[in-house]
Structures are given as structure tokens and as C-alpha cells.
């Protein structure tokens, strides 16, 4: 039983992922009177992006070539790492936030010395702004996990998801917390105020300049990769913050329940994230620190505020 | 076999090992390439005889004290005590110059013919000499010789360079602010021995009753400042930016790895060990000067396009760390929770182990680099990686290391600096716990920034397409270099993966002081698999990470390369480049890179652009011949705090000149005064 929850748990993430960008798109389309392309249609991007050959700068150097293995793979790592429809799965070896964190930065890193491999102009200011955004993103979201860490007496997701129930006279603080989290969940995910997801061309992109020169296969899972990430925080939002639902033992229906119960707090958190893109511009890049530190603050008062 | 590794005998080996190093290099000074052989191999030989002395005095928990024979002077004894602390620090230093000698026989090379390596030979193992004497001290003025030697050792090191005049001001830096420290230093041992009537360290430690609480206080703040002058605390760092760069990497590497480590060392003893118990607001000035230390340290870090320079500034941060855990060890303890405390001391002294391993590797790393390259600016860098790729490798893996990227060592102690803070917050009340909240902000944000600094630096130097010619003429280092640094990266690996028998181990060392006797349970849960806190507050294991992380890689690129593509083909083409020639000038440089996150710290950092246009008619100012742009960070603490200092100084000494007419039968008339003046005071 605990191998076969624990396959569930490496495949869930990257499974699913493909779908969340299409309900996004989907809603978006759909909010700007479009018909918009089948909520599936991100996985057909990535089984044709698979498949095709690839063209590499002559500059790119090994860093370029294994970056989006270690991207793709800190994902899938810290996906089945995290509580995603059970809170029973006791994982004490990786399951501490500060791992999490931690791990999501080795994927950061090597994006960002992957941006600037090839010497091109767009990857390195890319990765420029992508280190400035995470710089300033860490502090918010290692304290909007504190928060929750501090109610429930624990640093171990797992636990926390599981001791957040009934902590009713916290709710103020993991009110606030939850607010800081999800300014950072923007910021991490590359959604809007901070990066527009859609464009290769816009002068204030982040994580599209910084993936610009991969094609084929290795775009393919920088794509995917930067589509388990959003599923990550999502799934951190949904299950530290709002932990009802969630199975509390191994049974097959509780499990079953369980999974439902997430997809259905995955989709709200997509219908949020399109109505945000849909009704509001992008900031202008030196205004985006001002929205960090605030969610810093948030957090602050949040942590200030328990007991 | 036991007693003979830990005996006197044995320690005086060590010792002579290293003075036989010294002097011997002098001796054959004339000879360079036997002069290299001859120093290295000695400080090799004492580093693994350090090694062994010190992993045997941990592991069998047996300090040595001894006297050596009868001194001259009434004060001054030759007296030794080896503790598990001085122990542990012995391990730190000889790890280090182990690896650190073992480089220099190929580093040094590039000095032959230009200066005498005999005297680089001498001054370095006298360097090594000059540290493991004031580590084991325990007499307060037998310690002050072994810290002058290391500084009068490490200050010829600074400025063995010469030709070039930056380094020689470079080390006239180093010396006034090491003296300064020396000075504070001295009032405070002097302080102790006015009411303990001793300078050793035992007795004054079982008088401490005597000393009255204000004077404590001042012996504190002494102590701190002297201490940290040499650890680089801001404000007092401004020699560490311009010191370590100017030495020779090998010697910068041991400078920033240990000999910054030795104030930490003395902190550590005087403040947990001899001067206890304290009052709390030690802990919160220890605790607020890591936060500023660690934040200020990285942002200027993040200005640097100076490679040694940037790494320097990483030292200042990474001491700043060691001070969070050493700060909320003080407080921890003064509030007598010494369970709290023994495990934010074990954080800190991780930390230093690490520290040292990774930031001697970087160090390394860049004076392989700097060999090739010839300058120090990082815009002259970029695309190394295709030319020196081992070493590219081995600074990627300190890279990740400084930058707390798991599985590396780094990681690990920022963990548990993390939970001791973590415990903080979740303990203590009110305006206390706002000092952790506010201690854990500037550890998060640190490591954000470190991140941000380190993607800067590999970037600019490693990746991308050459920015100078010099970089297409680069060679790989020769293999005493490569092996120096690849063992401390495996080391780094090692201590990460290894991280709860090493905390086991710095548990027992805590654990010998005496505020943590008769201490019923420890935080510190003994666990092979990882490091774990309290009954299950917090747990991580490195190996665990490591395997899966590692699993995950392999099944993902087996399945990418054979079950879902097959048929793929490579086409090696040119990077996009809009239509126009790349050139490197439009490559993002390291000023570029970092100049967004300065512009948002603008507030604290104070950013200075300097327009120069020379026109070719100086009259009508139409045509500009060249432009010059300089931009800069300007010096807080030299306008603010050293600027104004040495107006005062010298307003003070302009007053005092006055007195000196030059007058003989005055200076006679002085004399007669302050004859008087003794006279009435003494009747």
C-alpha cells in the first residue's frame, strides 16, 4: 500500500500539471471571448515538443545541456514531497519546509545559469530578474510557511496539513499568511503582476527569456517543469492554509475523496489566477519588490499575531 | 596508542612540524622550486598530524593541560589546554591547510623568479604556527603571542604582492585595524587579571564572581570588538574586502576559512565558557550585529565585480550566520535554557566547519582562475568553463554549497541555524521574540541574495562567450590545484550527506562546557538518517534527498533519451541574436546582472554613476570624444563612521601638538608637573 501511495505521489504532480495551464488558458479564453483551445491541449504540446529535433547555440556549455533534467527533477522531488491529498503520509526525511524551499532554489539556480549560458542578451536579463524576483520572493515565502509551522508546532508539511483542523483562534494569522503566500505563489510561478506566461516577446518577460534558446525535448521539460511548479504552490496553498478534505489514512476511499477534493481546490485556485491575468496589467518591474515586501509584512503581522 | 596521539609529546610534534617548515624555507630561500617543496611538505605533514591529533582528542574525549617548564616572567606561562572547542578548531585548521598546501604546490609556481617563495614558505606555516598557539593556549598573555603571530605572519602574506602598490596599502589597512583589535583585546585580559589577579583562562573562569557587573560589561564589549575586528563583523570589516584579496589565494583561502574563525573561536570560549553566567543583552547585541553582519555582507557581496572581493564580502555574511547561531546561544543560555542553547551553539559551530570547507574552496577555485586570467575583474571573465571545466565543476558545487542548495553542507547548518531561531520565535515573548523574527527575516532574505550572487558569479566567469582574449588562452589548472579543490568539494559533499554523525560529534563538544553539564536530554536527536530536532518539530535527512533526487535525475533522462525519443536529431546552431552579429559586449555583465537588486537597496547601498566626457572642442561641447561612466557604491562606513572618526583624531592630535613648543626648559617643566601631580597622588 505505502509504495503504492508513494507512486501516486511521484506521478500526481506531473500528471496533472499540463491541466492546470489548461484550465487556466481555457477560462482565459473564455473571459475574453474566445472559444480557446481544449483544456488538454497542453499535453499535446508537450508530446509534439517531445518529438522534435533540436537546434543548441554552439555556446551552450554542459550547464545548458543538464539544466532541464535538474529543473524537471526538482519538481517531481519536491512534488511527491509535499502533503497532495493525504496528510497521513508521515515523511520525515524530506518532507521539512525548509527542504522544500531549499530544493525549489536548486531548480532556480540552474534555470537562471541556463539563461545566461548562450551568451544571449534575453537569457541573461532574463535570469537577471528571475534572481532578483526569488531574492526578494524567499523571505516571504519561507515566513508564510513559518506561520503555519508555528500553529501546528511543526516544520513537516505532512504535519502541519494534518494539525491545521480546529485551529480556529489562528484564523487571522493564517488568514494573512495564506495572503502573503499566494503574492509569492505569483511571484514563484511566474504569473501575473510579476511575468506574463503567454509572450516570448515582451520586453519585461522573466521565464520565457531565460528558456528562449531550448527547443525540442529540453523545452519540452522546462515547459513541464514551470507547470509542476505551479501545481507545487498551489497544492502548498491549498493543503497548509485550507487542510480540509484531505485523507487522514490510507484507505482507498478516503484516498480516492481525497484526490477529488484537491482537483477541486486546484480548479478554484486556476479560475483565481485567470481572473487576476484576465482583469489586471502587468507592474512595471521596479514595482513588483514593493508587492514582495509586502507579503513580507503580511507575514510578519501574521507570525506576530499567533498565541 | 590513544595516549601517545593525544600526549603533549605528540602536540609538540605538531608544532615542530610546522617551525621546521618555516625555518627550513628560509634556510633554502634561494632555491625556489625546493623552497615550494620543502614548506608545503611540511605544512602537509602537520596538517595530517593535526588531523590526527584532533579527530583522536574528539572521539576519546580527552583534554591535555600542561605547563612547559618554568617561565622567566611572573605573568607569562607556557601553559597549554586542549580542549574538545580548541580541539575541534585544530580539526577545522588542518583540514583546510591540508588541502590549502596541497594546491600551493602548484599555485605557488607563478610567483618563481618574481619573489622569494622561501619567505612565502616562512610566513605561511608560521601563519598555521601562529593559530594552533592561540587555540590551545590558556594563559591570556601566552595567547596574545600566538595571535600576533598569526596577524604579523598573515600581514607579510597580505602584502607579499608588493609590486603592486594597491596590496601594500591593502595590508597597511589590515595592520592598523588589527592592532586596534589587539589594543581592545589587551584592556580586556587586563580587565580580568585587575580583579582575578590572573591571565589564565582557568582561573579567571573560577573567580569570575569577583569581576563587578559593570566592569563585566566592559570586558565584554572590549572583547567584542577586538574579536571582532578579526571576524569581520560590520562595522569593523573594511580590512576584510581589502585584505584577502590582495594575498595569495592559497593564504586568502586559510585567511577567510580559519583565521576569521579564531575571533569566533575566543567569542565562543569567553563568552559560553569563561565569563559565564551573562546577562541577556550579550546574546541580543551578538544577535543583532549577525543580522546586520549577514544582510549588509551579502548585498555588498552583490556589487562586487571583484572575484576575491565578492568572496570576501561572502565571509562577512556567512560570519554573520555564525553569529545568529552563536547570539541565540548567549541568550538561550542566559535565560538558562540550555537545551535551546547547545543546539543553537552545535548550529554555529557547523556552520564554521562549513563555512571553512566551502568558502576555501571558492577561494581556491578563483585563484586557479585568476592564475589564467591575470586580473581579478569578473567582466574580463565568461566562458571559462569550456576551457578550465574541472575547476568550473568544483566552484559550481561551492557555489551551491555557500548558497544553501541541499545536499551540500551549507544547507545543513543553515537548517539547523534555522530551527534554533525557529525555536526562538516559538518560546520566548514578546520584544525577544520580535529579535528572532526579525533574525529569521534576515537569514531567508540572506539566502535569497546569496543565491542571487552566486548565479552572478558562476554566470560571468564560467558561462557565456569569452569578454577578453586572455580567456581563449586559458589552461586548465595542473593536478596538485584540481586535487586541493575536488577534495574540499567532496568534503562539502560529504558533510552534508554525513550531517547527523557530524552534529552528533559537535553535540559531545558543546556538551563538554560547563553550563551544558548535567544536562538531562539534548534537542538533538541521535538518527543515522538525518538531523532531527525535538521529537519530530523538524526533521531532514541529506542522504534520503540525495538518493531520491539522484533516483529521480536518472529515471527521468532514461526515459527522455530512450523510451519517448529516439529518432531525435541535434543541430548545433548559433545562439538567437535578432539579425545582428552577437558580440560579447552584448552578453549581460556582472555589474548588469546585479545592478536591478541595487537599485531596489538603493536606500541602504547609496549608488554613485560618475559622467566623464572629454569633447573634442572644449569651447562649443558638441562633439564628444570619449565618454567615461564609473559606477560605484560609496563606503557608508567611511563617510559615516570612519570618516569622521579620523577628523577627530586628527583635530585631537593637531590640539595636542601644541603642547610640543619645541622649548627644552618647557618639555623640564612638564616633567616637574606631572612629577608633582605623582607625588600628591601617591601621598
Same mark, same amino acid.
Given at each position: 500500500?505505502?509504495?503504492?501511495?508513494?507512486?501516486?505521489?511521484?506521478?500526481?504532480?506531473?500528471?496533472?500539471?499540463?491541466?492546470?495551464?489548461?484550465?487556466?488558458?481555457?477560462?482565459?479564453?473564455?473571459?475574453? !471571448?474566445?472559444?480557446?483551445?481544449?483544456?488538454?491541449?497542453?499535453?499535446?504540446?508537450?508530446?509534439?515538443?517531445?518529438?522534435?529535433?533540436?537546434?543548441?547555440?554552439?555556446?551552450?556549455?554542459?550547464?545548458?545541456?543538464?539544466?532541464?533534467?535538474?529543473?524537471?527533477?526538482?519538481?517531481?522531488?519536491?512534488?511527491?514531497?509535499?502533503?497532495?491529498?493525504?496528510?497521513?503520509?508521515?515523511?520525515?526525511?524530506?518532507?521539512?519546509?525548509?527542504?522544500?524551499?531549499?530544493?525549489?532554489?536548486?531548480?532556480?539556480?540552474?534555470?537562471?545559469?541556463?539563461?545566461?549560458? @548562450?551568451?544571449?542578451?534575453?537569457?541573461g536579463f532574463?535570469?537577471?530578474?528571475?534572481?532578483?524576483?526569488?531574492?526578494?520572493?524567499e523571505?516571504?515565502?519561507?515566513?508564510?510557511?513559518?506561520?503555519?509551522?508555528?500553529?501546528?508546532?511543526?516544520? !513537516?508539511?505532512?504535519a502541519?496539513?494534518?494539525?491545521?483542523?480546529?485551529?480556529?483562534?489562528?484564523?487571522?494569522?493564517?488568514?494573512?499568511a495564506?495572503?502573503?503566500?499566494?503574492?509569492?505563489?505569483?511571484?514563484?510561478?511566474?504569473?501575473?503582476?510579476?511575468? !506574463?506566461?503567454? @509572450?516570448h516577446?515582451?520586453?519585461?518577460?522573466?521565464?520565457?527569456?531565460?528558456?528562449?534558446?531550448?527547443?525540442?525535448?529540453?523545452?519540452?521539460?522546462?515547459?513541464?517543469?514551470?507547470?509542476?511548479?505551479?501545481?507545487?504552490?498551489?497544492?502548498?496553498?491549498a493543503?497548509?492554509?485550507?487542510?480540509?478534505?484531505?485523507?487522514?489514512?490510507?484507505?482507498?476511499?478516503?484516498?480516492?475523496?481525497?484526490?477529488?477534493?484537491?482537483?477541486?481546490?486546484i480548479?478554484?485556485?486556476?479560475?483565481?489566477?485567470?481572473?487576476?491575468?484576465?482583469?489586471?496589467?502587468?507592474?512595471?518591474?521596479?514595482?513588483?519588490?514593493?508587492?514582495?515586501?509586502?507579503?513580507?509584512?503580511?507575514?510578519?503581522?501574521?507570525?506576530g499575531?499567533?498565541? | 596508542?590513544?595516549?601517545?596521539?593525544?600526549?603533549?609529546?605528540?602536540?609538540f610534534?605538531?608544532?615542530?612540524?610546522?617551525?621546521?617548515?618555516?625555518?627550513?624555507?628560509?634556510?633554502?630561500?634561494?632555491?625556489?622550486?625546493?623552497?615550494?617543496?620543502?614548506?608545503?611538505?611540511?605544512?602537509?605533514?602537520?596538517?595530517?598530524?593535526?588531523?590526527?591529533?584532533?579527530?583522536?582528542?574528539?572521539?576519546s574525549?580527552?583534554?591535555?593541560?600542561?605547563?612547559?617548564?618554568?617561565?622567566?616572567?611572573?605573568?607569562?606561562?607556557?601553559?597549554?589546554?586542549?580542549?574538545?572547542?580548541?580541539?575541534?578548531?585544530?580539526?577545522?585548521?588542518?583540514?583546510?591547510?591540508?588541502?590549502?598546501?596541497?594546491?600551493a604546490?602548484?599555485?605557488?609556481?607563478?610567483?618563481?623568479?618574481?619573489?622569494?617563495?622561501?619567505?612565502?614558505?616562512?610566513?605561511?606555516?608560521?601563519?598555521?604556527?601562529?593559530?594552533?598557539?592561540?587555540?590551545?593556549a590558556?594563559?591570556?598573555?601566552?595567547?596574545?603571542?600566538?595571535?600576533?603571530?598569526?596577524?604579523?605572519?598573515?600581514f607579510?602574506?597580505v602584502?607579499?604582492?608588493?609590486?603592486?602598490?594597491e596590496?601594500?596599502?591593502?595590508?597597511?589597512?589590515?595592520?592598523?585595524?588589527?592592532y586596534?583589535?589587539?589594543?581592545?583585546?589587551?584592556?580586556?585580559?587586563?580587565?580580568?587579571?585587575?580583579?582575578?589577579?590572573?591571565?589564565?583562562?582557568?582561573?579567571?573562569?573560577s573567580?569570575?564572581?569577583?569581576?563587578?557587573?559593570?566592569?563585566?560589561?566592559?570586558?565584554?564589549l572590549?572583547?567584542?570588538?577586538?574579536?571582532?575586528?578579526?571576524?569581520g563583523?560590520?562595522?569593523?570589516?573594511?580590512?576584510?574586502?581589502?585584505?584577502?584579496?590582495?594575498?595569495?589565494?592559497?593564504?586568502?583561502?586559510?585567511?577567510?576559512?580559519?583565521?576569521?574563525?579564531?575571533?569566533?573561536?575566543?567569542?565562543?570560549?569567553?563568552?559560553?565558557?569563561?565569563?559565564?553566567?551573562?546577562?541577556?543583552?550579550?546574546?541580543?547585541?551578538?544577535?543583532?550585529?549577525?543580522?546586520?553582519?549577514s544582510?549588509?555582507?551579502?548585498?555588498?557581496?552583490?556589487?562586487?565585480?571583484?572575484?576575491?572581493?565578492?568572496?570576501?564580502?561572502?565571509?562577512?555574511?556567512?560570519?554573520?550566520?555564525?553569529?545568529?547561531?552563536?547570539?541565540?546561544?548567549?541568550?538561550?543560555?542566559s535565560?538558562?535554557?540550555?537545551?535551546?542553547?547547545?543546539l543553537?551553539?552545535?548550529?554555529?559551530?557547523?556552520?564554521?566547519?562549513?563555512?571553512?570547507?566551502?568558502?576555501?574552496?571558492?577561494?581556491?577555485?578563483?585563484?586557479?582562475?585568476?592564475?589564467?586570467?591575470?586580473?581579478?575583474?569578473?567582466?574580463?571573465?565568461?566562458?571559462?568553463?569550456?576551457?578550465?571545466?574541472?575547476?568550473?565543476?568544483?566552484?559550481?558545487?561551492?557555489?551551491?554549497?555557500?548558497?544553501?542548495?541541499p545536499?551540500f553542507?551549507?544547507?545543513?547548518?543553515?537548517?539547523?541555524?534555522?530551527?534554533?531561531?525557529?525555536?526562538?520565535?516559538?518560546?520566548?515573548?514578546?520584544?525577544?521574540?520580535?529579535?528572532?523574527?526579525?533574525?529569521?527575516?534576515?537569514?531567508?532574505?540572506?539566502?535569497?541574495?546569496a543565491?542571487?550572487?552566486?548565479?552572478?558569479?558562476?554566470?560571468?566567469?564560467?558561462?557565456?562567450?569569452?569578454?577578453?582574449?586572455?580567456?581563449?588562452?586559458?589552461?586548465?589548472?595542473?593536478?596538485?590545484?584540481?586535487?586541493?579543490?575536488g577534495?574540499?568539494?567532496?568534503?562539502?559533499?560529504?558533510?552534508?550527506?554525513?550531517?547527523s554523525?557530524?552534529?552528533?560529534?559537535?553535540?559531545?563538544?558543546?556538551?563538554?562546557?560547563t553550563?551544558?553539564?548535567?544536562?538531562?536530554?539534548?534537542?538533538?536527536?541521535?538518527?543515522?538518517?538525518?538531523?532531527?530536532?525535538?521529537?519530530?518539530?523538524?526533521?531532514?535527512?541529506?542522504?534520503?534527498?540525495?538518493?531520491?533526487?539522484?533516483?529521480?535525475?536518472?529515471?527521468?533522462?532514461?526515459i527522455?533519451?530512450?523510451?519517448?525519443?529516439?529518432?531525435?536529431?541535434?543541430?548545433?546552431?548559433?545562439?538567437?541574436?535578432?539579425?545582428?552579429?552577437?558580440?560579447?559586449?552584448?552578453?549581460?555583465?556582472?555589474?548588469?546582472?546585479?545592478?536591478?537588486?541595487?537599485?531596489?537597496?538603493?536606500?541602504?547601498?547609496?549608488?554613485?554613476?560618475q559622467?566623464?566626457?572629454?569633447?573634442?572642442?572644449?569651447?562649443?561641447r558638441?562633439?564628444?570624444?570619449?565618454?567615461?561612466?564609473?559606477?560605484?557604491?560609496?563606503?557608508?562606513?567611511?563617510?559615516?563612521?570612519?570618516q569622521?572618526?579620523h577628523?577627530?583624531?586628527?583635530?585631537?592630535?593637531?590640539?595636542?601638538?601644541?603642547?610640543?613648543?619645541?622649548?627644552?626648559?618647557?618639555?623640564?617643566?612638564?616633567?616637574f608637573?606631572?612629577l608633582?601631580i605623582?607625588?600628591?597622588?601617591?601621598?
Amino acid at each position: 500500500m505505502t509504495i503504492f501511495i508513494w507512486t501516486i505521489q511521484c506521478i500526481f504532480i506531473p500528471v496533472v500539471s499540463p491541466l492546470c495551464v489548461g484550465i487556466i488558458k481555457k477560462i482565459k479564453a473564455r473571459l475574453q !471571448n474566445r472559444e480557446g483551445a481544449s483544456i488538454f491541449q497542453p499535453y499535446k504540446d508537450l508530446w509534439k515538443l517531445l518529438h522534435k529535433d533540436e537546434v543548441i547555440s554552439r555556446d551552450a556549455s554542459w550547464i545548458f545541456h543538464s539544466a532541464p533534467f535538474i529543473v524537471f527533477a526538482v519538481t517531481i522531488v519536491v512534488g511527491a514531497s509535499i502533503p497532495l491529498f493525504g496528510s497521513f503520509f508521515n515523511n520525515t526525511l524530506t518532507g521539512d519546509m525548509l527542504i522544500i524551499v531549499y530544493a525549489l532554489s536548486i531548480g532556480t539556480f540552474f534555470l537562471a545559469l541556463a539563461g545566461m549560458d @548562450t551568451g544571449s542578451a534575453f537569457g541573461g536579463f532574463g535570469s537577471s530578474r528571475e534572481m532578483n524576483l526569488v531574492a526578494l520572493a524567499e523571505g516571504g515565502l519561507i515566513f508564510s510557511l513559518l506561520t503555519a509551522a508555528l500553529i501546528s508546532g511543526t516544520t !513537516n508539511l505532512s504535519a502541519i496539513s494534518g494539525s491545521l483542523f480546529g485551529q480556529s483562534q489562528h484564523f487571522l494569522s493564517a488568514l494573512l499568511a495564506f495572503s502573503g503566500f499566494f503574492i509569492v505563489l505569483l511571484a514563484e510561478t511566474a504569473r501575473f503582476p510579476y511575468d !506574463n506566461p503567454d @509572450t516570448h516577446l515582451e520586453l519585461t518577460m522573466i521565464h520565457e527569456a531565460m528558456i528562449l534558446e531550448y527547443s525540442g525535448k529540453k523545452l519540452a521539460l522546462l515547459e513541464w517543469a514551470s507547470a509542476n511548479k505551479l501545481l507545487i504552490f498551489f497544492a502548498l496553498g491549498a493543503n497548509l492554509f485550507f487542510p480540509f478534505g484531505l485523507a487522514q489514512n490510507a484507505y482507498a476511499g478516503a484516498i480516492i475523496i481525497g484526490i477529488a477534493i484537491f482537483m477541486v481546490k486546484i480548479f478554484i485556485f486556476c479560475l483565481v489566477i485567470a481572473l487576476i491575468e484576465s482583469g489586471m496589467a502587468k507592474l512595471r518591474f521596479f514595482r513588483l519588490p514593493d508587492l514582495l515586501f509586502i507579503s513580507f509584512v503580511l507575514n510578519v503581522v501574521a507570525l506576530g499575531l499567533i498565541r | 596508542m590513544l595516549e601517545i596521539i593525544t600526549s603533549p609529546i605528540s602536540f609538540f610534534i605538531l608544532l615542530s612540524l610546522f617551525f621546521v617548515g618555516a625555518v627550513g624555507s628560509l634556510l633554502i630561500r634561494k632555491d625556489d622550486d625546493s623552497a615550494n617543496i620543502w614548506s608545503n611538505f611540511f605544512a602537509i605533514a602537520g596538517s595530517l598530524w593535526g588531523l590526527l591529533f584532533s579527530v583522536t582528542t574528539i572521539i576519546s574525549e580527552r583534554t591535555v593541560a600542561f605547563v612547559v617548564g618554568g617561565s622567566p616572567f611572573p605573568l607569562l606561562s607556557l601553559s597549554f589546554n586542549i580542549d574538545l572547542l580548541s580541539a575541534f578548531f585544530i580539526f577545522i585548521i588542518s583540514l583546510i591547510a591540508l588541502f590549502c598546501s596541497i594546491y600551493a604546490i602548484g599555485y605557488v609556481r607563478h610567483y618563481y623568479k618574481k619573489y622569494h617563495i622561501g619567505a612565502l614558505g616562512f610566513f605561511y606555516n608560521f601563519f598555521i604556527l601562529g593559530i594552533l598557539l592561540l587555540l590551545t593556549a590558556s594563559n591570556g598573555i601566552f595567547f596574545l603571542i600566538g595571535w600576533e603571530i598569526m596577524s604579523v605572519a598573515s600581514f607579510f602574506a597580505v602584502i607579499y604582492d608588493r609590486k603592486n602598490q594597491e596590496n601594500v596599502q591593502a595590508g597597511f589597512l589590515y595592520l592598523v585595524m588589527t592592532y586596534i583589535g589587539t589594543a581592545f583585546i589587551v584592556a580586556a585580559f587586563l580587565l580580568l587579571y585587575k580583579f582575578t589577579g590572573s591571565f589564565d583562562f582557568e582561573t579567571i573562569k573560577s573567580d569570575i564572581a569577583l569581576i563587578p557587573v559593570g566592569v563585566k560589561n566592559i570586558i565584554f564589549l572590549s572583547a567584542l570588538i577586538g574579536f571582532g575586528v578579526k571576524a569581520g563583523i560590520i562595522p569593523l570589516h573594511i580590512w576584510l574586502p581589502a585584505a584577502h584579496p590582495a594575498a595569495p589565494s592559497h593564504i586568502s583561502a586559510l585567511m577567510s576559512g580559519v583565521m576569521i574563525k579564531t575571533g569566533i573561536f575566543m567569542m565562543i570560549r569567553l563568552f559560553l565558557d569563561v565569563l559565564q553566567p551573562i546577562p541577556t543583552w550579550w546574546g541580543i547585541t551578538v544577535l543583532i550585529i549577525g543580522i546586520v553582519s549577514s544582510l549588509l555582507g551579502v548585498l555588498y557581496a552583490l556589487t562586487e565585480h571583484d572575484i576575491k572581493r565578492l568572496l570576501a564580502y561572502h565571509s562577512i555574511e556567512n560570519i554573520g550566520i555564525i553569529l545568529l547561531g552563536l547570539g541565540s546561544a548567549l541568550i538561550f543560555s542566559s535565560l538558562s535554557m540550555p537545551e535551546l542553547a547547545l543546539l543553537s551553539l552545535v548550529a554555529a559551530l557547523f556552520h564554521t566547519l562549513n563555512h571553512a570547507i566551502f568558502k576555501s574552496l571558492l577561494f581556491l577555485g578563483a585563484g586557479s582562475v585568476i592564475n589564467q586570467m591575470h586580473t581579478r575583474n569578473m567582466e574580463e571573465y565568461g566562458g571559462l568553463i569550456k576551457y578550465m571545466p574541472q575547476t568550473a565543476f568544483f566552484f559550481l558545487i561551492g557555489s551551491m554549497a555557500i548558497s544553501a542548495l541541499p545536499p551540500f553542507n551549507g544547507f545543513f547548518s543553515e537548517w539547523l541555524t534555522f530551527q534554533s531561531l525557529f525555536q526562538g520565535i516559538a518560546i520566548l515573548d514578546s520584544s525577544m521574540r520580535w529579535l528572532f523574527i526579525l533574525a529569521v527575516g534576515a537569514l531567508a532574505f540572506t539566502g535569497g541574495l546569496a543565491l542571487a550572487c552566486f548565479v552572478k558569479a558562476f554566470g560571468s566567469i564560467f558561462l557565456a562567450r569569452p569578454r577578453s582574449t586572455e580567456v581563449t588562452h586559458a589552461k586548465e589548472s595542473p593536478s596538485s590545484m584540481l586535487f586541493g579543490m575536488g577534495a574540499l568539494a567532496t568534503l562539502s559533499f560529504l558533510f552534508g550527506i554525513f550531517s547527523s554523525q557530524v552534529t552528533f560529534l559537535l553535540e559531545k563538544i558543546g556538551q563538554s562546557f560547563t553550563i551544558f553539564q548535567n544536562m538531562p536530554a539534548t534537542l538533538l536527536a541521535e538518527n543515522n538518517q538525518g538531523l532531527m530536532v525535538k521529537n519530530g518539530f523538524a526533521s531532514v535527512s541529506g542522504l534520503a534527498f540525495t538518493i531520491f533526487f539522484a533516483g529521480v535525475i536518472m529515471v527521468v533522462i532514461f526515459i527522455i533519451r530512450s523510451v519517448v525519443n529516439k529518432r531525435q536529431k541535434i543541430k548545433i546552431g548559433a545562439t538567437w541574436d535578432c539579425g545582428v552579429d552577437l558580440t560579447p559586449r552584448m552578453e549581460i555583465t556582472s555589474t548588469g546582472f546585479a545592478s536591478s537588486i541595487v537599485l531596489i537597496f538603493k536606500g541602504i547601498l547609496k549608488p554613485s554613476i560618475q559622467h566623464e566626457i572629454e569633447y573634442h572642442d572644449s569651447e562649443s561641447r558638441y562633439l564628444p570624444k570619449e565618454r567615461t561612466v564609473v559606477l560605484g557604491v560609496s563606503d557608508v562606513y567611511q563617510t559615516y563612521f570612519y570618516q569622521p572618526l579620523h577628523t577627530l583624531v586628527n583635530l585631537l592630535s593637531l590640539h595636542t601638538k601644541k603642547i610640543q613648543s619645541g622649548n627644552i626648559n618647557a618639555y623640564i617643566s612638564y616633567i616637574f608637573i606631572t612629577l608633582l601631580i605623582v607625588l600628591f597622588i601617591t601621598l
